[in-house]
């Protein structure tokens, strides 16, 4: 017997016994507190699928620690509507998250039938050169576990480079259009208020005009950190001032949007050849930190944001942490993670008071057209009434499927797009494009957001992502009607 297949059955053994105990210790945990049972159970799933299904198994631990941060740390928007709605929406997401695991092994086993339809192996008990075995294939398919993840091939660097500064212009313009002089919510005394006058005046032009300063960075990153070293401090400069320009707004998400999609594209493929093993490394190394970096940028620009802002909350904000930059901040990460739970469970309570209007909040995004069209439907206003004496304006994925089909409806909705999401993240995992991996790096970004909101049908942003990522995707297979000059 081989080490291979020693350590196979052993894996084989030792699994269900991991599940095992797992199970006991989250049954004694939800027997003595339902809350602390429902975040442990999201936890010790994590933890177990974490070989298997990264980014999957994050985005189920981002849901157990949103809702451990709800059970366990104060803030001045808390009631109790917050922690009995922990079991609920532990239902909502479980669906959710379990339609994703689905989604990931149907996806496999079609991608592996039609790869044994198309190459046969050469016999019963070895697999193809290159082709990973049926149990390295079942134990490893997210992009991470794989025998073998795909290397990038990105376009030729003056194509490259024409396209990233072409987004840097279409950037420079929007930002013009969208501050016409005005001082930046960034540098301005009162970011939240700046930040709303601004909304008061955007349109749909300048909004997604903006959104090329999150494109632009996630492709100049994640050239940065997997493609060849020669060029490479140009698109490290290039990361820095389409950073700066995201953050003009003074949103986090802006910065997050161009940041983590090119961190989870990097983590989930090869370096490129003429990086040294021990580069890699240290490239993996660099993307972790500036993970960490960046994530801890966010919270704490969060929390200065709120202590300079005006109104009834930041008061109660300030009076709670005081101007410590550190308790502020994780009053800033507690806000993040638990005042969309908070917000669900007080529109939970009074779901009775809003009959389903079936489908009208799931196109939030077309803003003035579908109203016309489809009549008047403000999440927004909603949610600033329940939330009283505050203004907040989120109540995670859950709230809209919820407010348009009822909570049979929103479990449905919650499965498809929980599978939806399974079948991109397997798919475009193996592909040598960085316009699918960064396609498939934005969905489960905005999969693991849902623990805020469901963004994609708030914000139109997919608008122009969209469009740029197939411009991308051309580039590196140029057709017939590319200029000759861009060929090269």
Same mark, same amino acid.
């Given at each position: 017997m081989t080490t291979t297949t020693r350590n196979t059955n052993s894996n084989r053994y030792r699994t269900p016994v991991l599940w095992a105990v797992a199970l006991a210790v989250v049954v004694a945990i939800f027997v003595w507190h339902t809350g602390f049972g429902v975040a442990a159970a999201f936890l010790a799933v994590a933890a177990l699928m974490f070989r298997g299904h990264t980014w999957l198994a994050i985005c189920t631990a981002a849901w157990g620690f949103v809702f451990l941060a709800v059970l366990t740390i104060p803030g001045p928007y808390d009631s109790p509507a917050g922690p009995a709605a922990v079991p609920i929406l532990g239902i909502y997401a479980a669906c959710f998250l379990a339609a994703w695991y689905l989604g990931r092994r149907l996806a496999a086993s079609r991608f592996r039938s039609a790869r044994s339809v198309a190459r046969p192996a050469p016999d019963a008990g070895t697999p193809p050169p290159g082709e990973p075995s049926a149990v390295e294939s079942t134990q490893g398919e997210s992009a991470q576990g794989e025998s073998a993840r795909a290397e990038l091939r990105w376009p030729s660097e003056s194509r490259l480079r024409v396209f990233v500064l072409f987004m840097l212009l279409l950037a420079l313009i929007g930002a013009a259009l969208k501050f016409r002089g005005d001082v930046p919510p960034l540098f301005a005394d009162n970011p939240d208020a700046a930040r709303e006058a601004l909304r008061l005046r955007s349109n749909l032009v300048t909004g997604l005009l903006s959104e090329f300063w999150g494109l632009g960075l996630a492709i100049s990153l994640l050239r940065a950190l997997t493609g060849r070293a020669q060029g490479r401090w140009m698109y490290v400069l290039l990361v820095v001032i389409f950073g700066f320009g995201a953050a003009l707004g003074a949103s986090k998400n802006s910065v997050l949007l161009g940041v983590v999609p090119a961190l989870v594209a990097a983590l989930s493929v090869r370096r490129s050849a003429t990086i040294s093993p021990k580069n890699r490394l240290r490239i993996s190394l660099v993307v972790v930190v500036i993970g960490a970096v960046a994530v801890g940028a966010a919270?704490?620009?969060?929390?200065?944001? !709120?202590?300079?802002? !005006?109104?009834?909350?930041?008061?109660?904000?300030?009076?709670?942490?005081? =101007?410590?930059?550190?308790? =502020?901040? /994780?009053? @800033?990460?507690?806000?993040?993670?638990? @005042?969309? /739970?908070? !917000?669900?469970g007080r529109l939970w309570q009074v779901r009775e008071q809003h009959p389903p209007t079936w489908g009208r909040y799931s196109v939030t995004f077309t803003g003035s057209v579908g109203e016309r069209l489809f009549g008047p439907a403000d999440l927004y206003a909603i949610t600033a009434g329940l939330s009283k004496p505050f203004y907040m304006n989120t109540a995670t994925f859950v709230a809209i499927p919820l407010l348009d089909y009822g909570p049979i409806g929103a479990a449905l909705f919650l499965g498809l797009l929980g599978l939806c999401v399974g079948v991109v993240d397997r798919r475009l995992a193996s592909t040598w494009s960085p316009a699918h991996h960064l396609a498939r790096a934005f969905v489960i970004y905005f999969a693991t957001f849902g623990v805020y909101e469901l963004y994609p049908v708030v914000q139109p942003f997919w608008l122009a992502l969209g469009p740029g990522l197939v411009a991308l995707y051309l580039l590196s297979e140029p057709m017939r009607w590319v200029p000759a000059w861009l060929k090269r």
């Amino acid at each position: 017997m081989t080490t291979t297949t020693r350590n196979t059955n052993s894996n084989r053994y030792r699994t269900p016994v991991l599940w095992a105990v797992a199970l006991a210790v989250v049954v004694a945990i939800f027997v003595w507190h339902t809350g602390f049972g429902v975040a442990a159970a999201f936890l010790a799933v994590a933890a177990l699928m974490f070989r298997g299904h990264t980014w999957l198994a994050i985005c189920t631990a981002a849901w157990g620690f949103v809702f451990l941060a709800v059970l366990t740390i104060p803030g001045p928007y808390d009631s109790p509507a917050g922690p009995a709605a922990v079991p609920i929406l532990g239902i909502y997401a479980a669906c959710f998250l379990a339609a994703w695991y689905l989604g990931r092994r149907l996806a496999a086993s079609r991608f592996r039938s039609a790869r044994s339809v198309a190459r046969p192996a050469p016999d019963a008990g070895t697999p193809p050169p290159g082709e990973p075995s049926a149990v390295e294939s079942t134990q490893g398919e997210s992009a991470q576990g794989e025998s073998a993840r795909a290397e990038l091939r990105w376009p030729s660097e003056s194509r490259l480079r024409v396209f990233v500064l072409f987004m840097l212009l279409l950037a420079l313009i929007g930002a013009a259009l969208k501050f016409r002089g005005d001082v930046p919510p960034l540098f301005a005394d009162n970011p939240d208020a700046a930040r709303e006058a601004l909304r008061l005046r955007s349109n749909l032009v300048t909004g997604l005009l903006s959104e090329f300063w999150g494109l632009g960075l996630a492709i100049s990153l994640l050239r940065a950190l997997t493609g060849r070293a020669q060029g490479r401090w140009m698109y490290v400069l290039l990361v820095v001032i389409f950073g700066f320009g995201a953050a003009l707004g003074a949103s986090k998400n802006s910065v997050l949007l161009g940041v983590v999609p090119a961190l989870v594209a990097a983590l989930s493929v090869r370096r490129s050849a003429t990086i040294s093993p021990k580069n890699r490394l240290r490239i993996s190394l660099v993307v972790v930190v500036i993970g960490a970096v960046a994530v801890g940028a966010a919270v704490f620009l969060g929390g200065q944001r !709120t202590l300079a802002g !005006t109104g009834q909350f930041e008061d109660q904000f300030r009076a709670q942490y005081g =101007a410590s930059p550190l308790y =502020a901040s /994780v009053g @800033s990460l507690d806000l993040s993670l638990s @005042s969309s /739970v908070e !917000t669900f469970g007080r529109l939970w309570q009074v779901r009775e008071q809003h009959p389903p209007t079936w489908g009208r909040y799931s196109v939030t995004f077309t803003g003035s057209v579908g109203e016309r069209l489809f009549g008047p439907a403000d999440l927004y206003a909603i949610t600033a009434g329940l939330s009283k004496p505050f203004y907040m304006n989120t109540a995670t994925f859950v709230a809209i499927p919820l407010l348009d089909y009822g909570p049979i409806g929103a479990a449905l909705f919650l499965g498809l797009l929980g599978l939806c999401v399974g079948v991109v993240d397997r798919r475009l995992a193996s592909t040598w494009s960085p316009a699918h991996h960064l396609a498939r790096a934005f969905v489960i970004y905005f999969a693991t957001f849902g623990v805020y909101e469901l963004y994609p049908v708030v914000q139109p942003f997919w608008l122009a992502l969209g469009p740029g990522l197939v411009a991308l995707y051309l580039l590196s297979e140029p057709m017939r009607w590319v200029p000759a000059w861009l060929k090269r």
